[in-house]
């Protein structure tokens, strides 16, 4: 089975790997894993232009293997063989080409929880990958991200801070 973690350097990032780690008997051997963070392009291109290419590429390529540090980390520690990489672009964009590209059967991804209201302004990459994605999104969770963390209790007040 091949699955893409979508990764951005959140605690989401290290849940989604944590969450491989633990159920890897549970999937179809040889499990196969890609790591992709996706860097947003520089929104000013006059801006990039003066830092020059060179320096831009430098900064996107640091942030990305930032990003991907985490997930590495618990992946390697647990013995599994994963594959990383880093794009810029449009997030869902590139998620979307990569799981196409690659043949990938599960994309991960977490959600930020943000809010009909801030997913409305902002746009959701988890709405997104919903919409464009031609195979299943396995979505990690605030809840699930702070069990990852070992605080179930910061879980349960998050949950009853929610209900109406």
Do not use: C
Not at 21 to 34: G, M, Q, T, Y
Not at 50 to 70: F, H, T
Not at 141 to 150: L, Q
């Amino acid at each position: 089975m091949k699955m893409l973690i979508a990764v951005d350097g959140s605690p989401y990032t290290k849940a989604a790997a944590r969450y491989v780690v633990r159920h890897k008997e549970s999937f179809a051997s040889p499990l196969e894993i890609h790591l992709l963070h996706v860097q947003p392009p520089i929104p000013y291109p006059g801006a990039a232009a003066v830092a020059g290419k060179a320096a831009v590429e430098s900064y996107q390529r640091d942030e990305s293997l930032a990003a991907l540090a985490p997930a590495e980390k618990e992946l390697a520690m647990a013995s599994v063989a994963f594959t990383s990489a880093w794009r810029v672009g449009d997030a869902a964009q590139m998620i979307e080409k990569y799981a196409r590209e690659h043949n990938v059967d599960l994309v991960i991804s977490g959600s930020h929880g943000h809010g009909a209201l801030a997913n409305l302004a902002m746009g959701s990459v988890s709405t997104k990958l919903i919409a464009t994605l031609s195979v299943p999104l396995l979505v990690i969770t605030r809840g699930a991200a702070a069990r990852a963390e070992g605080k179930p209790g910061e879980t349960a007040a998050k949950r009853e801070a929610v209900r109406p």
